[in-house]
């Protein structure tokens, strides 16, 4: 049968450690956001699927809305360039915002979006990331709420993809070297 999952070589994070840290973070933002009513930000597409289990563990109001913006074009190394592809439908002036982040690499998308969103005048900026690569890092980044540290691997699922491929894998797995031989 042609399933992705063959695809896969080694998984990274389970759909249940997954599942009890975005519970365990979504704790933690009920309590710091009590009375605030923050709009969540997806970064599309990446967040889609982490945006979407954390905000069921979110027992505050809240709203959310998505921006898109690009910095790999199909590649699975970065290009350095930041391009927004769409903005926010909301102003954030003056809104409790929480960016939703798939994984933090590079650190360029963060601080390109940081540049950005803040000369809106939000009432507070923050960042929450279900991943991070802190050995890829080329700028500092904040990150409030980090599900987990990575080694410096390319991995899909969860949201993540390869060439829009896999992001609909429910764990973080690296994907078979036969894979992007492939693609080559
Ligand atoms: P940064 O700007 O280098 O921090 O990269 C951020 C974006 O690159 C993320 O939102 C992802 O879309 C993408 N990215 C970085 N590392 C990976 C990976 O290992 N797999 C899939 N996408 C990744």
């Known amino acids: 049968m042609d399933n992705i999952k063959n695809d896969t070589l080694e998984i990274l994070l ?13 704790g933690q933002i009920n309590e710091d956001y009590r009375g605030k ?4 930000v997806g970064i599309l597409k990446g967040s889609v699927v982490f945006l979407a289990a954390l905000m069921k563990e979110i027992e505050i109001r809240c709203s959310i809305d998505f921006i898109a913006v690009s ?5 699975s190394e970065t290009s350095g360039i ?5 903005d926010l439908r909301e102003s954030i002036t003056d809104r409790h915002v929480l960016l939703i ?28 990331s279900l991943l991070s690569k802190p050995s890829a ?12 540290e990575i080694p410096d691997k ?3 699922g969860y949201g993540l993809d390869y060439q829009e491929q896999y992001r609909n ?15 080559k």
């Open 101 to 128: 982040e798939d994984i933090v690499d590079t650190g360029l998308t963060m601080d390109y979006l940081k540049d950005n969103l803040l000369t809106r005048r939000p009432a507070s900026y923050n960042i929450c």
């Open 169 to 183: 894998i429910p764990y973080i797995a690296t994907l078979k070297p036969e894979i992007y031989r492939r693609n």
């Open 37 to 40: 009513s923050p709009v969540l």
């Open 82 to 86: 930041v391009k927004m592809i769409m």
């Open 154 to 156: 390319f991995v899909v």
């Open 14 to 26: 389970s759909q249940d450690e997954i599942k009890a840290k975005v519970k365990e973070m979504a």
């Open 71 to 75: 910095s790999y074009a199909g590649a």
């Open 137 to 148: 890092r080329r700028v500092p980044v904040d990150v409030k709420y980090l599900g987990f």
